[in-house]
């Protein structure tokens, strides 16, 4: 595919939500209900649901319209990396990992990458969730030409699960 001119999505866009097939319905909601704490904003029948937080309409689209009783698409094959979920401060990014560690979901990751701090675990259905803070971009990292220098280096996960319960 090639364009015949270049295009830049204007200032303000965003990505809205994402919708993601599920094997089951009931098992994803309490997951994204309970584990990352949004709230179901409307189910459609017995296959679909949407969640969000605050009063959005929908961050999370479930459905299961095409993937009822599925197994998880295989590791190593295209697709969806993660969603990431961006909170506003380190200590509600605290607290979000200390919630996920009460439901006895486990991390698969976490890094310092200079522009921000994550985490990283998997749904039930094995669709990866990234949980982050960014910094203030005049602490991004950049180098000498200017360019933003995103890193991976190691995160204090406790330090900021902490930082939850002052």
Known sequence: MTSPTPFSAPAGTRIGHVHLRVSDLERSIAFYRDVIGLKLMQRYGTQAAFLAADDYHHHIGLNTWESR???PAPKGHPGLFHTAFLYPDRKSLGAAIAQVA??????????????????????PDGNGIELYTDRAMDEWPRGADGELEIVNAPLDVDALVALATT
Not at 102 to 123: N, Q, R
Request: hydrophobic share 35%; glycine share 24%; net charge negative.
């Open 69 to 71: 009783g599925g197994a």
């Open 102 to 123: 009460k439901c006895g979901v486990g991390l698969t990751g976490a890094a310092d990458h200079g522009v921000s701090e994550a985490v990283y675990l998997d749904d």
